[in-house]
């Protein structure tokens, strides 16, 4: 008999998650919320997580609790309410949503430099850049027969090429870019980082997508149930949340699809305002997409915890989570599914 396969939830990092806001990197006022964390809980709501611990559980507290809690004085508004408030509303917690949203927020970072993903995550994320790197080392190159550990190793090829054509064709490429030939490795810096965002929002759909599928089973388990389906509200419900999940993934989906087809072609025409317009286009796409894949996470994590096995809780208990549970904020999902401009107009 097959061994049965138990979902695992994502565990991320904080300077890694989608979900998880280090309270740290923003100069608050209140000592004891620099060291608590901004997070969205399963109803998609968030709120201020004061300590985390395996055994003794997590400590939630609703933002707008907060004045109770620390005595903050009913005058006036405490400037650290302000700013929870702002980051409350946040679609994701992502660190390329944050650059984008705290800006445009205008709610200062401790350090900027922060806001970027460990060298852990980066390293993890390599077989994905090499998907995005292959065409510009076919380039210059002319062969994929090149040994990439890193984005950094990438960089490294271009700083000091040893091979006589390459040093030609990056000649091309500065050309092209109206820059000089040792601007090339500066560019490619800022080509990795916009890559490398896309290369971790790939991983993190990747990384929900067999839970996801789990769950969309269990739609048809409790449709086909005898008892579940006479119930005409969970049903309609089951109904509303396969939708949205599904027309989410192949929104995602469909937006990948259309920036690998955009892009075959940019290295053979590259130019400088057209990689301008490829980076204004991706950094435009990184508050949607993170805030679709933080609900789409914070679910399925959900899901992942309660129901790890194929077996566990059975279609009733399944119908009972999806009622409590999975349908609060569904509307907030929904309202994400926006959207921005597609990539295939690249």
């Known amino acids: 008999m097959a061994e049965e396969k138990t979902l695992k939830p994502i565990e991320d990092g904080d300077m890694d998650s989608l979900f998880i806001l280090p309270l740290s990197i923003i100069p608050l006022e209140t000592p004891g919320l620099r060291r608590a964390r901004l997070i969205k809980n399963v109803r998609l709501k968030a709120v201020i997580e004061i300590f985390s611990d395996v055994g003794t559980g997590s400590g939630q507290v609703e933002v707008d609790a907060l004045p109770k809690m620390f005595g903050w004085p009913d005058d006036k508004i405490h400037p650290d309410l302000l700013i929870l408030r702002k980051l409350a509303l946040l679609p994701s917690y992502d660190v390329y949503s944050l650059r984008i949203l705290l800006r445009q927020l205008n709610i200062p970072v401790n350090n900027y430099e922060a806001l970027k993903l460990s060298e852990a995550k980066a390293k993890e994320l390599t077989t994905y850049m090499t998907l995005f790197t292959r065409p510009l080392i076919q380039q210059i190159y002319g062969s994929e027969n090149v040994n990439i550990q890193s984005f950094d190793d990438v960089i490294a090829l271009f700083r000091d090429p040893d091979v006589a054509k390459a040093r030609q064709n990056l000649q091309l490429m500065a050309e092209k870019l109206h820059i000089p030939l040792s601007g090339v490795p500066r560019f490619l810096e800022d080509y990795g ?37 006479q119930d005409g509200n969970l049903i309609k419900n089951c109904g509303l949340i396969e939708s949205t999940v599904n027309g989410l993934m192949a929104n995602i989906t469909g937006r990948f699809e259309n920036f690998d087809r955009s892009t075959k072609d940019m290295w053979a025409n590259i130019s400088a305002e057209r990689f301008a317009k490829v980076k204004e286009l991706i950094e435009s796409y990184h508050t949607t997409i993170g805030g679709v894949l933080c609900a789409l996470t914070v679910k399925m994590n959900a899901w992942a915890r309660t129901f790890p096995k194929k077996t566990s809780g059975g279609p009733v208990k399944r119908g009972e989570f999806i009622v409590s549970e999975m349908k609060q904020g569904i509307d907030t999902i929904r309202a994400s599914q926006d959207l921005s401009p597609m990539l295939a107009s690249l």
């Not at 599928?213 to 449709?223: P, V």
Request: aromatic content about 16%; overall charge negative.
């Open 193 to 229: 980082d916009i890559f490398l965002s896309l290369s971790y929002y790939r991983q993190c759909l990747d990384k929900i997508e067999p839970i996801i599928t789990d769950f969309l089973g269990s739609m048809y388990d409790i449709r086909n149930n005898w008892q579940l389906k």
